[in-house]
């Protein structure tokens, strides 16, 4: 693919994860529109709005997958891959805010988050059993807190780079918001 054909693509992709995100109804005219590109464009890639939902979810999964692959959840510190996973997840958030619950296109696509759920629960065992976090929570519940606690500085705290995003969520994960 063209240099200028890979930047419009994901234009396109990260133009509709937001606007998808805040009106699951918009038209791909409209995504075409405020990513810049004729919506002929986007037509010729996607042949109509469900495919470029479809793709705008499979982007987003690809970038999970590259912040799992780099966090090394099996074998990093749990601290350290704690700080990845989140600081990666909440530039994937912010680059893709469209919520998994949108995400009706393929069952394949449904597959993969599970298994990223899947994967992220793995590591909270370990950090649980390594005594990073509490091993007495319901289960489900530390990967719910995690999945909040990145929303919330994700798109609550734009301002905030990644890093700083992920050092506060992390801290709040931690520590919570009470006096010690």
Request: charged share 25%; glycine share 8%; with cysteine.
């Amino acid at each position: 693919m063209r240099a200028d054909a890979a930047r419009n693509l994901d234009a396109v992709l990260q133009t509709g994860a937001r606007l998808l995100a805040d009106d699951p109804g918009v038209s791909v005219a409209a995504i075409a529109g405020a990513a810049g590109v004729d919506r002929r464009t986007v037509y010729r890639r996607f042949p109509n709005r469900d495919a470029l939902l479809c793709a705008v979810f499979q982007a987003k999964l690809d970038a999970i997958d590259d912040v799992l692959a780099q966090c090394r959840m099996a074998e990093a510190p749990v601290g350290v891959v704690l700080h990845r996973l989140v600081e990666g997840a909440v530039d994937v958030a912010r680059r893709y805010p469209v919520g998994h619950e949108q995400m009706g296109c393929s069952s394949t696509a449904v597959e993969r988050h599970l298994a990223h759920r899947d994967n992220v629960e793995t590591f909270l065992h370990r950090a649980a059993d390594e005594g990073l976090i509490r091993a007495d929570l319901p289960d489900g519940m530390a990967w719910l807190l995690l999945h909040g606690v990145v929303d919330l500085v994700a798109h609550q705290y734009p301002d905030l780079d990644s890093g700083r995003a992920a050092d506060l969520a992390v801290d709040v994960l931690l520590g919570g918001i009470g006096r010690n």
